[in-house]
Nanobody, 119 residues
Framework: QVQLVQSGGGLVQPGGSLRLSCAAS????????MGWYRQAPGKQREQVAH???????NYVDSVKGRFTISRDNAKNTVYLQMDNLNAEDTAVYYC?????????????WGQGTQVTVSS
């Protein structure tokens, strides 16, 4: 079992910044990729950013150049730095990872955190 505990988020004005954190339990954090997803009201959940175990990153086009995903394996934590936020970034954000259990891929999700961009 993997527990993902998120922190950060809140209300920010357009153009502002926020940083989300996600701390994972377990001793195998460093060998798995981590991702951030978001879900806005009435929309499907979408992957925003992903970081591999080796530190490779990718982003959805709408956040490229504004969001940065990073990880600290010593702290079992993944971060999402969000800059130049706009109203379209308003959503509940979730961190995500997978583990292989009995040859099956199991999804784990954080509890979600609200990000609201509004003046």
């Amino acid at each position: 079992q993997v527990q993902l505990v998120q922190s950060g988020g809140g209300l920010v004005q357009p153009g502002g910044s926020l940083r989300l954190s996600c701390a994972a339990s377990g001793s195998d954090f460093s060998i798995y990729g981590m991702g951030w997803y978001r879900q806005a009201p009435g929309k499907q959940r979408e992957q925003v950013a992903h970081i591999t175990s080796a530190g490779g990153t990718n982003y959805v086009d709408s956040v490229k150049g504004r969001f940065t995903i990073s990880r600290d394996n010593a702290k079992n934590t993944v971060y999402l730095q969000m800059d130049n936020l706009n109203a379209e970034d308003t959503a509940v954000y979730y961190c995500h990872t997978v583990r292989i259990r009995s040859s099956l891929l199991v999804d784990y999700w954080g509890q979600g955190t609200q990000v609201t961009v509004s003046s």
